[in-house]
Structures are given as structure tokens and as C-alpha cells.
């Protein structure tokens, strides 16, 4: 166990443990975006910054990526930490000025609402920190989306923005998603995403329309599941 402290207060977590999971484990809250427990962390959004001191040196860090080490001090809401995370949000409201989740972010931080930098002109809600990418990858195993571009054009994207044949609709990339930037519609029957259109499956038992036809025959084929078996939704299981 390493032994540390965090906001005056003193705690043990096993080695190799990042910051931002013993403060939450300790009941202190550090704001995030891009850190998601289901996929690799990419450090993108910078708003998990705190300050650890060790011995007479300071730093900032980014909680979700830092490891705790023995006898180190973190603050999370000094000024100084508060003053980085503010400027953090000015750029991420520069970057994606139509996130409805980022403003809200800023407001509770009393962030002035009237943009510090200069809006992008692309007006995307997307912060780059390749969740829904690592979820496709490394949760669903399928690759359907990718990044595309270099510089100011990097964007997320299904591969040459065309119609991808191995997405099958389920949807990991817009739930994971902190901003809200994959558009995804799900009605009754149907779901649109990555410009295709999924038929949805109702459950054999209750007959409501419960996922993507294409979902579960994915599902069937990875695990040897027969499909009859998995066409029943989690409520009537
Ligand atoms: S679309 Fe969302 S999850 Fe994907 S990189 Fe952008 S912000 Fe992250
Ligand atoms: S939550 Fe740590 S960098 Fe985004």
C-alpha cells in the first residue's frame, strides 16, 4: 500500500493507483471529461488537474493519469489548480463551443460565459480524447470508427467517411462520448448512426424493440450464443 494525502486528508491505495480513483474513492469529487472507467485513459481534456507537491517541488498533474506515490500531498482545488482548470475550460469552449456539457462544466466553475479564444469555426462538439474510438476497439471489438486527418482537420470519423460495414449499431460510441458529439437516433424500430440505419430487434417475449438486429448476430457469432437465446431483452431474461 503507498500512504498519501489528499486535500489535508490522509490515505492508503494500493500502488499503482491513479489519483483521480483515490480521491473518488476517498469521496473527493475532481471534475472530468474524458476519463471512462470501460477504455484506456488518453489524458485529452486536462480538466482532471491537480496540484502534487513532493518533497519542496510543486507540479500539475493530471489526476487520471498520475500514479499515487508515498508521501506525496495533492490538492485539487488550490487556486492555483482552480486557475488552471478554468483556462482549461476557456479552450475547451473555444474548441467546442456548441457543448451543452462543457458550458455547464464552466458555469459551475465560474467560468465567464463569454469566450476567452476565439471560437473553432467547425463548431464540433469533439474533445479528441478517442473514448469512442478505444470503446469500439477494445470494448466491442469491431473498429468501426477511427480518426481521420492530422492537425485542426483531425476529426472522428467511420473510415473515409463512408458507410462502415462492420458498425453494428450499438451505440458504445455515443454513450461513451463526454460531449455529446456522435449523433445517434433511436426510434421504435430503427437506429441511425454513422450514416447507416440499423433494424432493431423486438424481444420474443414482450415485443418491444430492445437492439440492432446487427448487434445480436454479432454477439451470436463472437460468443456461440444461438441468436434465439439473445433475442429476448434484459427485462424478460
Ligand atoms: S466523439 Fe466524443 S468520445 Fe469520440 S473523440 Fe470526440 S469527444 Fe471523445
Ligand atoms: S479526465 Fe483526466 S485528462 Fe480528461
Same mark, same amino acid.
Given at each position: 500500500?503507498?500512504?498519501?494525502?489528499?486535500?489535508?486528508?490522509?490515505?492508503?491505495?494500493?500502488?499503482?493507483?491513479?489519483?483521480?480513483?483515490?480521491?473518488?474513492?476517498?469521496?473527493?469529487?475532481?471534475?472530468?471529461?474524458?476519463?471512462?472507467?470501460?477504455?484506456?485513459?488518453?489524458?485529452?481534456?486536462?480538466?482532471?488537474?491537480?496540484?502534487?507537491?513532493?518533497?519542496?517541488?510543486?507540479?500539475?498533474?493530471?489526476?487520471?493519469?498520475?500514479?499515487?506515490?508515498?508521501?506525496?500531498?495533492?490538492?485539487?482545488?488550490?487556486?492555483?489548480?482552480?486557475?488552471?482548470?478554468?483556462?482549461?475550460?476557456?479552450?475547451?469552449?473555444?474548441?467546442?463551443?456548441?457543448?451543452?456539457?462543457?458550458?455547464?462544466?464552466?458555469?459551475?466553475?465560474?467560468? #465567464?460565459?463569454?469566450? !476567452?479564444?476565439? +471560437?473553432? &469555426? $467547425?463548431?464540433? %462538439?469533439? /474533445?479528441?480524447?478517442?473514448?469512442? =474510438?478505444?470503446?469500439?476497439?477494445?470494448?466491442?471489438?469491431?473498429?468501426?470508427?477511427?480518426?481521420?486527418?492530422?492537425?485542426?482537420?483531425?476529426?472522428?470519423?467511420?473510415?473515409?467517411?463512408?458507410?462502415?460495414?462492420?458498425?453494428?449499431?450499438?451505440?458504445?460510441?455515443?454513450?461513451?462520448?463526454?460531449?455529446?458529439?456522435?449523433?445517434?437516433?433511436?426510434?421504435?424500430?430503427?437506429?441511425?448512426?454513422?450514416?447507416?440505419?440499423?433494424?432493431?430487434?423486438?424481444? #420474443?417475449?414482450?415485443? !418491444?424493440?430492445? +437492439?440492432? &438486429? $446487427?448487434?445480436? %448476430?454479432? /454477439?451470436?457469432?463472437?460468443?456461440? =450464443?444461438?441468436?434465439?437465446?439473445?433475442?429476448?431483452?434484459?427485462?424478460?431474461?
Amino acid at each position: 500500500m503507498v500512504n498519501f494525502i489528499i486535500d489535508g486528508k490522509k490515505i492508503s491505495a494500493e500502488k499503482g493507483t491513479m489519483v483521480l480513483e483515490a480521491a473518488r474513492a476517498n469521496g473527493i469529487d475532481i471534475p472530468t471529461l474524458c476519463a471512462h472507467e470501460a477504455v484506456s485513459r488518453s489524458g485529452a481534456c486536462r480538466l482532471c488537474v491537480v496540484e502534487m507537491k513532493k518533497g519542496k517541488r510543486a507540479k500539475i498533474v493530471t489526476s487520471c493519469l498520475y500514479p499515487v506515490e508515498e508521501g506525496i500531498i495533492i490538492e485539487t482545488k488550490n487556486e492555483r489548480v482552480m486557475n488552471v482548470r478554468r483556462l482549461v475550460l476557456q479552450l475547451l469552449m473555444a474548441r467546442c463551443p456548441e457543448s451543452d456539457v462543457i458550458r455547464d462544466l464552466a458555469s459551475q466553475l465560474g467560468v #465567464d460565459a463569454q469566450p !476567452r479564444f476565439a +471560437a473553432d &469555426e $467547425d463548431k464540433s %462538439k469533439c /474533445i479528441l480524447c478517442r473514448s469512442c =474510438v478505444r470503446v469500439c476497439e477494445e470494448v466491442v471489438g469491431v473498429s468501426a470508427i477511427g480518426f481521420s486527418c492530422r492537425g485542426a482537420d483531425k476529426a472522428v470519423s467511420t473510415p473515409f467517411n463512408e458507410d462502415s460495414a462492420v458498425c453494428i449499431g450499438c451505440g458504445a460510441c455515443a454513450f461513451i462520448c463526454p460531449t455529446g458529439h456522435i449523433e445517434m437516433e433511436t426510434t421504435e424500430e430503427t437506429r441511425k448512426i454513422w450514416g447507416r440505419t440499423f433494424k432493431m430487434k423486438t424481444c #420474443d417475449v414482450c415485443g !418491444r424493440y430492445f +437492439a440492432p &438486429e $446487427d448487434q445480436l %448476430k454479432y /454477439i451470436s457469432k463472437k460468443t456461440g =450464443v444461438p441468436l434465439k437465446e439473445l433475442a429476448v431483452c434484459t427485462n424478460c431474461r
